[in-house]
């Protein structure tokens, strides 16, 4: 969905360990803990993409993200133009990950697009075996929303 002229990657968050500031400190930075932030440094914008765990975002999105924020002074996420992209299996839509995202992407000084506003309900349905998407609706709007976002982000840089 990445208009012509951008490109979109995927930031693995599977093999970080969780943060501990005694790795800046003692000078032990775990390796993933540098090529994760050597990532998210290259990139000029963010579209989180996150499932809802007990009405907030999972723990390893949190992780990563305090892994970005530190050492104090060295955030790779401070000015990054970023949008937050929620789902959930249920009704809910994950407006609750949604929603504590955004308040950590304030802390981080992450400017976040306030419109549209992507909710993705019962996203076990949206897909088929092959991972591809069922409803041309949801691809349309799927692909308004990456639209908005790139209009807005070339808005804000």
């Given at each position: 969905m990445a208009p012509k002229g951008f490109e979109f990657n995927i930031i693995p968050l599977d093999d970080l360990p969780v943060y501990n500031p005694d790795f800046d400190d003692e000078n032990r930075v775990p390796e993933s803990y540098v090529v994760f932030r050597n990532a998210v440094k290259a990139v000029d914008g963010v579209i989180f993409i996150?499932?809802?765990?007990?009405?907030?975002?999972?723990?390893?999105?949190?992780?990563?993200?305090?892994?970005?924020?530190?050492?104090?002074?060295?955030?790779?996420?401070?000015?990054?133009?970023?949008?937050?992209?929620?789902?959930?299996?249920?009704?809910?839509?994950?407006?609750?990950?949604?929603?504590?995202?955004?308040?950590?992407?304030?802390?981080?000084?992450?400017?976040?697009?306030?419109?549209?506003?992507?909710?993705?309900a019962q996203v076990k349905e949206l897909f088929d075996e092959s991972e591809n998407l069922k409803s041309e609706e949801t691809e349309d709007f799927l692909q308004k929303a990456v639209n908005a976002y790139i209009d807005w982000f070339m808005k804000v840089i």
């Open positions: 996150t499932p809802e765990y007990n009405r907030s975002v999972p723990g390893v999105l949190k992780n990563a993200l305090d892994i970005g924020s530190r050492p104090m002074g060295s955030s790779v996420w401070s000015g990054k133009p970023a949008a937050v992209f929620s789902n959930s299996p249920g009704n809910l839509s994950a407006f609750g990950a949604n929603h504590h995202l955004r308040q950590s992407l304030v802390f981080l000084n992450m400017p976040t697009m306030q419109q549209p506003e992507v909710y993705l």
